[in-house]
């Protein structure tokens, strides 16, 4: 029963994962997958040129190194959790550019990561980048 057990579990986390990684390839809606003149916007950041300090709310560094994209996902979720406590008049889209995320610790996704007042919070990929998400474990 135990072996039983911990396939099922393994098999419930690598799924997990796997739809994270979908999400985080696929456009949000075709709307976003067709090419227009419209920058791409998303409300924060996560590159691995970041940097945790900064306000997470720029797609690249600034000229003075001083604000740009946050380095991690983590630190990403802190700044959408901030986001929904204050109420929400709008998605929340995360984007993440391209790069390999690792990270020792587990990833937990609660309920004070999902939208609220009728509207959701989306983790995406940077238009045309594959960010890979290589962590301890993701929990939802």
Known sequence: ???????????????????????LAAPVNAAQSVQSNTPFQADFYVS?????????????????????PFRTIGRAQEAVRAAIAEGMSADVVVAVREGTYETDETLYMTEADSGRDGHQV??????????????????C
Do not use: H
């Open 48 to 68: 691995k040129t970041g940097s945790d300090n900064w306000s997470g709310t720029r797609a690249e560094p600034s000229n003075k190194k001083n604000d740009g």
């Open 122 to 139: 989306v983790y995406r990929n940077y238009p045309g980048e594959y960010p890979i998400l290589s962590a301890a474990a993701i929990r």
């Open 1 to 23: 029963m135990y072996i039983v057990r911990s396939k099922w579990k393994a098999s419930l986390a690598i799924s997990v994962m796997m739809a994270i990684i979908v999400m």
